[in-house]
C-alpha cells in the first residue's frame, strides 16, 4: 500500500529558531520554511521535517548521518564553528573524537570507515550523529 509513497523523517526541538541556527548556520545545510515547519533539504533527496515541541527532549539514538570524503577536513570546520564532538567510555578515538574502523564487505576486500561518534553545539543543542565513510 504505501511500497511506492514518498517518506520522509522528521524531528522534535524544543527551540526552532536554535535548530534553524543549528542545521543552517552550523552544519550549512540547506534550508526552507513553510508553515512554522522547518525542512533540512539533504543532498540524498530525503528531505527531513523539522517541528516544535515545546517538551521535546534530545534524542539519545541516530538522527542524521552523513557520508563526507575527508571527515578530519569536516570534523576540523565544524570544530571551528564551535561544535563539541562527544567522547565515550570504551571507545577508541582519535584527538578529534573519531572512532575508526575498517569493516569487510566481502572476502579479500575492505572498505574503510572513520566514524565520528554524537556531536552536538552544547549541552542543551539538538544532537545528531556525524557518520563518514572513505577515509
Known amino acids: 500500500m504505501l511500497a511506492d509513497a514518498k517518506a520522509y523523517s522528521g524531528l522534535a526541538v524544543k527551540d526552532m529558531q536554535q535548530a534553524r541556527e543549528f542545521y543552517a548556520d552550523t552544519l550549512g545545510l540547506r534550508t ?12 540524498s533527496g530525503r528531505d527531513t521535517l523539522v517541528y516544535e515541541q515545546p517538551d521535546a527532549t534530545p534524542a539519545s539514538f541516530t538522527i542524521l548521518n ?4 575527508d571527515i578530519d577536513a569536516v570534523v576540523d570546520a565544524l570544530a571551528a564553528r564551535g561544535v563539541r564532538f562527544e567522547r565515550y567510555d570504551n571507545m577508541d578515538q582519535d584527538e578529534r573524537g573519531v572512532f575508526r574502523a575498517e569493516a569487510r ?11 565520528c561518534c554524537r556531536f552536538c553545539r552544547r549541552s542543551s543543542d539538538i544532537r545528531s550523529i556525524y557518520r563518514a565513510s572513505g577515509v
Do not use: D, K, M, Q
Not at 105 to 115: D, F, H, K, M, Q
Open 105 to 115: 564487505t566481502s572476502p579479500g576486500s575492505r572498505i574503510r570507515r572513520a566514524v
Open 32 to 43: 526552507s520554511e513553510e508553515y512554522g515547519l522547518l525542512w533540512l533539504h539533504l543532498a
Open 66 to 69: 552523513f557520508e563526507v570524503n
